[in-house]
Each structure stands twice: as C-alpha cells, then as structure tokens.
C-alpha cells in the first residue's frame, strides 16, 4: 500500500529535469517545429503556384493566348518593317509545336510602295513543328507541316527602281520557296504588276495537296498583259507545292497547262519537277502560232520569220539544258521533224540538233525575207516597189548558237519548177552572230547544186557575255549594217525536168521531141555579196560576178524569130508549127557593183540566129535598161532588124522597139564587143576538160560567124579576135590545167 503512495523516482526526476531545463533549450525545441512546418507550407505554396502556372498556361494554351496579338502583331512589324495586323480571335498554341489560327492576317505593303496591303488571309491556319525550325540549314528550305486559309489576296507589285512587296529584307535571301506537308486554298487572287516587265495580271488559284492525298489538286487561272501584250493561261498541277522540296525522294507531279499570248497557242501535259527551284519539265507539248520568229521571242531564242507553224513533240530539261523531240514541225505547207537540244548553260546559249522530214517547201521561208512581220502580217514593199523593205531582226542572232545538221528528202521551189530539189543536205551553223549554211550539197532534175551562204551581223566585242539581253545587242548593233554572201554552183541541171517550158506549138512530127521552148543542161556559178538589214539594202549594194551556160540545149524557133522580129518566120512558124533549135552556144555572164547587174556577155547562138543583150539592172532604183538584139543567118524579105527595148521598173516593166538605127548597124559594135568578155569567162567553165573544149570551140565559132562583115575593118578585127582568142585559149588551158 505504502508502495501505491511513494512517489517514482525516475518519475520525479523527469518532472524535475523538465522544470529545471533552461528557458533557451525550451525554445529551441518549439522552433524546430516551427521550421519543419514552415517547409511543408513552402512546399505546398511552390506546388500550388506551380499548380497554377500549368493550370494557367493550360488555361492560355486552350483559349490561345489571346493577349500575345498586340505583342505579336509588334513583334512581326518591327522585324519585317511593315505593318503586320491579326483579327480577332487569334489564338497561339505552342503544345507539340507552333499552331496559329486568326480570322484573318494582314500583311502591309512596304512604305517605298503605295498600296493598302501585300497579302490579306482569311481563316488562317499554320502549323509548324520545333524539329523543322531548329539547326535548319541555311540554303534549306523552311518546312511547313500545315498551311489553311480560306480565302487569300495578295498585290505583288515591283517598280523600277526594284523594290517589291514581296520583298522583307535588303539583302537577297537564299533560302528556298518553303515546303508544305499539307496545303489548303479554298479561293485566292492576286494582282502581279512589275515595271521591269511591263506586266499587268491577276490571277485566281486554289489547292488543296498533301503527301499522302492522291487527289491533289492544284489550278492557277492567269489573265492580263505581259510585257505590254494580252495573255490568259491556266496550270492545273497535282501536288504543286510538295514538289519545292529539292530534297524529297520523288518530286514529280502531273500536270497540264494551256496559254494563250500574242497569237501563241501552247498547250503541256506531263510531269512538272521542282517547279520552285529547277523548274524541270518532262511530257508533250504542242505550240501554234504565225511566226518562229514570234516564239524566239517570247523565249529568247534566235528563229526565222515565217508562215504559221503548229509544233508537236516531247520536251524534257534537266538544269540548263533543254532537249525536245518534234515529231511534227508543221510550218506553212512544210512538213519536217526535228530533235534539238538548247544548252542555256553556255554563253551564249547553243541550239543544236537535226532537222529532217517529209517535206519542205521554200515558199513557206519567204517571211524571214521581209515579206511578213514576226506577228505574221503581210508587209507590202513601198509605193512602186517590189523587193521587201522590211528591216530584219538581225541583232538577235548574237543571243545564241547554233549548229545543226539539215537533211531533207524534198525540198518544193515553187510552181514554176516541175522538180523539187531532192534530197538536201546542209550544215546551219550560228557562232557570235554569223550565220552560215555551209556544206550544202543538192540534187535536183539529174543535177546538183553546191556551195555556201552566210550572213554575218557579229556584233559581241562590246557586250559582255553576261549582259547577252535584246536590248542590250540592239543598242551596241546601231548603226552597224550586216554583211551578206553566197558562194554557190550548180552543174547539169536538166531544164527540160526542172522548170515548165512546155510549148504547144512545137511540131509533134519534128525529129525533135522535147516540145519545149528551151532545154538543155544548165551550168554555172555566183559568187555574191551585200549589206543590210533589208532584202531590198542587200540586193541595192550587191557586189559579185554569176555565170550561166547551157550545154547539149534547144530553143524555140519561133522564140528566136519572134525576138528578131522576123514577121514572116514568125507567121510561117505559127501556121506550119514550131521547131526545136540546137543551140551551139549559150552563155551568160553578169556583173554586179553596188546594186548594179551588168552583163557582160549574154549570147545565145543557133543556126538561123543568134540573140544577145546589153545593158544594166538598177537593183537600188528598181529599173530596168535593157536591149535585146538578134541577128539573123537567113534571109526574110519581112523583119524589121530592131532590138527590142527592156525599160521600166520592177512593179511596171515596159517592152518596146528601138526606132532608131537598124540592127544591121548596130550588130558590128555589139557583136564585137563580145568577144573578148565571151573568151575571158570561157575558162571558168568547169564540166570536165573535154567538155570544156567542146564549150569553148562551139562559142568561139559562134564568135567567128558573127564578126561584122565590114570590108574595110574585117581583116582588122578577125585579126585582133584572133589573137585575143589565142590568149584565150591559153588562159583557158592553164586555168583547166590548174583546176586538174
């Protein structure tokens, strides 16, 4: 019991201990406590605000933080130095990437251009991932992962001084077109006005594209004026946009396009490939319109004026150089093929290649003669004249190169010949603006035609190779006159074949069959030159010798009595039917100074007459002052002995009897002034040594025969005859020997 009363020590003592503790210690036992609850509220705070701030940035990042558009719109205006609008609501969401959405955007103009705007969207709609904007190359393009927007107009405008609204920094940036995963348009327009180009169009497009979107469509309607002209086209592509990424694995996509500018019509379906960077093309094309030279044009390329002209082919480039296969080079009533290649790479650009086909008719070239305009309209020459005066475009053969290889099976003279030349085969070289067509090589009716032709309008010591513009060779080529040339020969063209000298009248009982006014083998050769833009300058400064014979020939008796005035042959002819006369000697030899055609000896000799003609052509004037005289071998108790007068012009040509002295007085002079020109051209025949000789005694007997009668001066001049015709004759023999 006494135990239940006693107090516990141990009890005791800790009373005791605990009241004698120091106030201090105390204290330090109550603030330890303290702190250990302080922590746990500052934890509790730091998860609470951070509790908050996700709960606040989920909050933002739901409702798209709307009070960022002042901030933004600031941000976008001040580095882009333009005025930069959102309307509301915008909303910006940054979880998984950048995702923007505004009813619309507002892109201003830049202030050195006056208008209300560069770009309005509306709807707009962009996404783009953190992966795609971080450590992006700088050549690479930006890669956009979705771009929406329902409807979109922009104003690219350009001035002349280079400033443009699609312009954002000073200096030229390197980066590509971006690249879009997804791309949706609804509706968009855009206005495209550039002073440089002189160009003035809108345009209304729309797509909807992604990578993994078979159906995509792309089509951009364009209509306005390019370079001061009227054009209209339209593309429609299948995935436009995704073929910007040059690095993609495929980036071919279909397409087809069609556009209409100055009278040109061309169509293309195919594959377009890279179109933001390489601008590749690979399918078919066809293109009309009234002239090449209208094409070369619109394409910078260097081609003749001529008819209308519908092209068909295959077309393929790969970086510079541009490779098109014509399986139909339809050009007036021609009929040809070709494969070409342009390489742009090259300085100047090269065209080179082969043209070939069925048919080629030389009619349809006359326009790159100025007979036409590149627009394809007709040019009439001036009052009164008859050669084209029609400056040709010259100048733009130093854009360019060429070299190619021409081989035609049929080329069509025109109606007047009944053989076309055929085949034909030349080379067409183009090399710092001389054009030449060298190494041709023709056949036509049994004969042949060799030689060259060329026309030189080389201007390029002035123009630097990176300045080859239009404008720039014309200003540099002022002034300048282009040189024209011809080195051509034909031998032993059956005239019979080649052109229609049919007569009616000749007697079908003749020994003589051919019934044509003038047959035979034509020879000969030219070696001309001139200058000018014009065909009419050219032909106005003509410089250059061309000679003709013909070998194994007949003419038309009643031609050649006809041309005599010999009435009463001429009627016997009529009434009993003509004959075929062999011509011993027929030689034609003319000179040309400046425009001025001379013959220096024109002599056509048969047994019963022999016909010659003097005179000159002013091809400057256009006029003609030529005489034709016969002499007769036969008696005829009606012919009045005159020559015949050629006058007039080209446009207005006038035929007439000399009234004057009788041909009887005037064929001393005549005649014998044949002989020594006749003997000095005789050499330069070259049929072959024996045929030479066969040429050269006929004419020289023909010369003999026609030797003034005279008694008193016909020793004289048989004598002089004699002794030129030797020296002749040994000339002749040295230039064949030479020629051997």
Request: net charge neutral.
């Amino acid at each position: 019991m006494q135990n239940q009363h006693m107090p516990n020590p141990q009890n005791n003592l800790d009373n005791k201990d605990i009241d004698n503790v120091p106030h201090n210690q105390k204290v330090k036992k109550k603030k330890a406590g303290f702190f250990n609850n302080k922590s746990g509220v500052i934890m509790t705070i730091l998860v609470t605000v951070v509790s908050l701030v996700v709960s606040l940035l989920v909050i933002c990042e739901i409702i798209g933080w709307p009070f960022l558009k002042r901030p933004a719109e600031h941000y976008l205006s001040s580095t882009l130095q333009r005025t930069i609008k959102f309307t509301a609501p915008l909303k910006i969401h940054f979880f998984g990437g950048i995702h923007v959405q505004t009813k619309a955007i507002e892109v201003g103009s830049p202030k050195e251009i006056e208008s209300d705007y560069f770009l309005v969207a509306k709807d707009f709609d962009i996404k783009l991932r953190y992966t795609d904007l971080i450590s992006i190359p700088a050549d690479a393009p930006y890669q956009i992962k979705s771009l929406q927007v329902s409807e979109i107009k922009t104003n690219l405008i350009r001035t002349a001084d280079g400033f443009s609204t699609w312009s954002f920094s000073d200096e030229p940036s390197v980066k590509p077109f971006p690249v879009f995963d997804n791309l949706y348009i609804k509706s968009g327009k855009a206005t495209y006005q550039d002073a440089l180009t002189n160009a003035d169009l809108a345009l209304i497009f729309s797509t909807e594209e992604g990578q993994d979107n078979e159906l995509s469509n792309s089509t951009v309607a364009i209509a306005g004026k390019y370079a001061g002209h009227p054009i209209k086209g339209e593309i429609e592509t299948q995935g436009l946009m995704n073929t910007a990424n040059q690095f993609a694995k495929k980036s071919q996509i279909k397409s087809k396009m069609w556009v209409d500018y100055r009278g040109i019509n061309a169509s293309y379906r195919g594959y377009i490939i890279d179109p933001m960077g390489k601008h590749e093309l690979e399918g078919n094309f066809q293109v009309k319109g009234p002239s090449l030279a209208l094409l070369g044009t619109v394409l910078g390329a260097t081609l003749p004026t001529t008819n209308k002209f519908d092209l068909r082919g295959s077309i393929k480039n790969s970086d510079s150089l541009w490779s098109a296969i014509l399986t139909t080079a339809n050009i007036g009533n021609s009929r040809l093929q070709a494969e070409l290649d342009f390489d742009k790479s090259k300085t100047p650009a090269l065209l080179s290649g082969r043209l070939h086909g069925k048919k080629f008719f030389l009619a349809d070239l006359a326009p790159a003669f100025g007979t036409k305009n590149v627009e394809g309209k007709t040019i009439s020459p001036p009052a009164g004249k008859v050669l084209p005066d029609r400056p040709l475009n010259l100048p733009t053969l130093n854009l360019m190169d060429a070299d190619i290889a021409i081989d035609l099976p049929y080329v069509d003279l025109g109606n007047v010949f009944n053989k076309p030349i055929a085949p034909f085969k030349a080379k067409l070289n183009l090399q710092q603006g001389r054009l030449a067509l060298n190494d041709i090589e023709a056949t036509t009716a049994t004969g042949s035609i060799a030689g060259s032709f060329y026309v030189d309008a080389h201007v390029m010591e002035n123009i630097a190779k990176d300045n080859l513009s239009a404008t720039a060779v014309a200003k540099q080529y002022a002034g300048k006159q282009p040189i024209w040339g011809a080195n051509l020969s034909w031998k032993n063209i059956d005239l019979e074949k080649w052109v229609d000298t049919t007569n009616e009248s000749l007697q079908e009982n003749t020994a003589n069959q051919n019934k044509h006014y003038l047959t035979g083998l034509l020879n000969g050769s030219a070696k001309l030159s001139g200058e000018g833009q014009s065909t009419a300058k050219v032909i106005s400064t003509l410089n250059g010798d061309a000679k003709i014979h013909i070998t194994k020939g007949t003419i038309s008796h009643l031609a050649i009595e006809f041309l005599g005035l010999d009435v009463a042959q001429s009627l016997g002819l009529l009434i009993n039917g003509d004959k075929a006369l062999e011509m011993q000697c027929a030689v034609v030899a003319v000179n040309a100074k400046q425009g001025v055609v001379t013959p220096t000896v024109a002599l056509f000799d048969t047994p019963v007459t022999a016909l010659v003609a003097d005179g000159n052509i002013n091809m400057t004037d256009e006029k003609l002052d030529m005489r034709l005289l016969a002499k007769p071998k036969n008696f005829s108790p009606l012919t009045l002995r005159s020559p015949i007068l050629i006058k007039g012009t080209f446009a207005n040509p006038e035929t007439s009897i000399d009234k004057g002295p009788v041909a009887a007085k005037l064929a001393g002079s005549v005649f014998l002034g044949l002989l020594n020109p006749l003997a000095a051209i005789l050499p330069l025949i070259d049929l072959g040594e024996e045929e030479n000789q066969t040429i050269e005694s006929n004419c020289q007997q023909s010369l003999n025969g026609l030797q003034p009668a005279s008694a008193d001066k016909q020793t004289e001049v048989k004598t002089k005859a004699s002794n030129k015709n030797n020296e002749a004759q040994s000339n002749s023999q040295k230039a064949i020997e030479a020629l051997l």
